[in-house]
């Protein structure tokens, strides 16, 4: 997997410490909106380009807490499934707002802030993701 650009911008990061108290939470909460709903933590902390799932624990934790998901255990692997919010559409708005993106061009904040994006950052449209 490649990892998202999005997760290790310092802007990113700030805006998710200010709104969240935590400063992956955004990142990891884009990254679930974007999903098909269904993530594994391994597959998320690679994806987001983290080291370690443990970057990942208390931004699921609490959103677990919260009711934003769902546990769901897996033959051999864990699993969370993304509840319907409208945190998770707000979650990515936030995160347009961090990278600097307007509605008129929806990629140009993550194309300038590293250069690249992709991943779960790519394909993003407003008002067209997997969002439930």
């Given at each position: ?19 969240f108290g935590q400063k992956h939470r ?107």
């Amino acid at each position: 997997m490649s990892g998202v650009s999005y997760a290790q911008s310092a802007r990113v990061q700030e805006l998710s410490a200010i709104v969240f108290g935590q400063k992956h939470r955004l990142a990891v909460m884009v990254a679930i909106a974007q999903s098909d709903g269904l993530v594994n933590p391994s597959d998320l902390a690679a994806e987001l380009g983290f080291r370690a799932q443990s970057a990942l624990q208390g931004p699921l934790k609490d959103l677990l807490a919260a009711g934003l998901i769902t546990r769901v255990d897996g033959p051999g692997r864990v699993y969370y499934q993304r509840n319907p919010h409208s945190l998770w559409p707000a979650a990515i708005e936030l995160l347009q707002q961090a990278l600097g993106e307007n509605a008129d061009s929806p990629h140009a904040g993550a194309a300038a802030d590293t250069g690249h994006h992709s991943g779960l950052a790519s394909g993003f449209e407003r008002g067209s993701s997997n969002i439930n």
